[in-house]
């Protein structure tokens, strides 16, 4: 392999194999995408010249007072399984962290790290390089005694540190997924909460006539038979009415929570979740926090539901639109309100149809993709917030702006 000079750091081709590497990791849109990193990993390896050794990545998870660790072979057949509890010599050395362990600097109890190693590439390891990084170990290992140098060392070093970006971009990924997941959820609750009184109105108005009827039958002298089906048909009414009045009550109890919030940091960590999609498109983000901004009493997952909403229409609508898409995002204080915009300089929307942006089920999207609830669903939620979501004049693209009260018995003013 290519020598490392120890005055001036990694070589040319050390440094464009680890660059195309990085970007391997930053390409990922989501956890499930991780094997395509993994091949090119196992491509940098035999661009740095030791795809002929038989590379190991042990992936480490805490579990209570123990660990887990699973490890994946990265030659060709990249197969993966569970290291038994009883093979500690990986897990000692993650413990320990910070130190390599190699045969080129020879450790206690060598022979019985060597004896592991070969049980987990199937062959005798005679010579090793196993480096520690917070989230697991990579090992080289060989069946020569003395393979491996410093030059393979400080290589392997410099790879761990790719390593350690890609498994928190996986976690980084994973949490943005599972938020939006819940953000469906609030979107489901939010409909429901729309939605399903009005039905349920709808449905009591015949029921009344069906009740009232049936009452005004019972006041009359009626056959036994008659008379027993229009009771039966009374009883299940009133039933039907209960069960109703329960639906009521309960989407009117599905309220969740609310608690103080610094609204800069929510959005903050709003534009941090989505930063890198902005960047992968080319889209130029800016954000301008309100000084002194006081906290608002809120949810905070409605409110990032709200913003994400709001970021991911600027970027549709600059998508296929601007070569140099630009988005700003803003907080300020407007009188009793704190105001979060969003200004894009996309398509924008037209005069026509911008009274009808906040209609359930209204949609511009081709093919009715997104269903058209996403404006819907966030006026719902600045509304139930006290607040207000509303389209504001700008010279270029859309700006829109969210505005949630301020309690001013209760003004917490930190930022």
Not at 20 to 44: G, I, Q
Request: hydrophobic fraction near 40%; include cysteine.
């Amino acid at each position: 392999m290519t020598p490392v000079d120890e005055d001036f750091g990694p070589s040319e081709q050390q440094r464009s194999v680890l660059t195309r590497l990085h970007k391997e990791v930053w390409r990922l849109s989501n956890a499930d995408a991780s094997p395509t990193f993994y091949a090119a990993l196992r491509h940098s390896l035999a661009a740095l010249g030791l795809s002929r050794y038989p590379a190991v990545l042990y992936r480490v998870k805490p579990r209570g007072n123990g660990c887990e660790v699973r490890f994946r072979s990265l030659c060709g057949d990249g197969w993966q399984q569970s290291l038994p509890p009883d093979d500690r010599a990986v897990i000692e050395l993650w413990h320990r962290g910070g130190d390599v362990r190699s045969t080129h600097e020879p450790e206690p109890n060598l022979s019985r790290v060597l004896m592991a190693a070969s049980r987990h590439v199937g062959r005798p390891v005679c010579s090793l390089v196993e480096i520690p990084f917070p989230q697991g170990v990579l090992g080289l290992y060989s069946s020569q005694a003395g393979a491996f140098d410093a030059a393979d060392i400080h290589c392997l070093e410099q790879l761990v540190v790719v390593l350690t970006v890609f498994f928190r971009r996986l976690d980084d990924l994973r949490t943005l997924a599972a938020k939006e997941s819940q953000v469906r959820q609030i979107q489901r609750l939010q409909l429901a909460g729309g939605l399903v009184p009005d039905m349920v109105l709808e449905l009591k108005k015949p029921l009344a006539i069906l009740l009232g009827e049936s009452d005004l039958l019972l006041e009359k002298e009626l056959d036994a038979d008659v008379d027993a089906a229009v009771q039966a048909i009374n009883r299940a009414g009133l039933q039907v009415r209960a069960t109703s009045d329960r639906i009521i009550e309960f989407v009117g109890s599905l309220r969740l929570e609310k608690e103080w919030l610094d609204f800069n940091g929510l959005v903050l960590e709003t534009l941090e979740l989505v930063h890198r999609v902005f960047v992968r498109k080319g889209i130029e983000i800016r954000h301008d926090m309100g000084r002194d901004m006081p906290w608002v009493h809120a949810h905070a997952l409605q409110l990032q539901q709200v913003v994400l909403n709001l970021l991911q229409n600027s970027i549709e609508a600059i998508d296929g639109h601007r070569v140099q898409g630009q988005v700003h995002v803003r907080t300020r204080t407007r009188g009793k309100r704190v105001v979060l915009q969003v200004l894009d300089n996309g398509s924008g929307v037209c005069p026509d149809i911008a009274p009808r942006i906040f209609d359930p089920f209204f949609t511009t999207k081709p093919n009715a993709r997104g269903g058209g609830l996403g404006l819907s669903v966030c006026a719902g939620i600045a509304a139930e917030h006290g607040g207000a979501l509303q389209l504001e004049p700008c010279k270029m693209g859309t700006c829109m702006a969210l505005e949630i009260p301020i309690c001013q018995a209760q003004v917490m003013d930190r930022n």
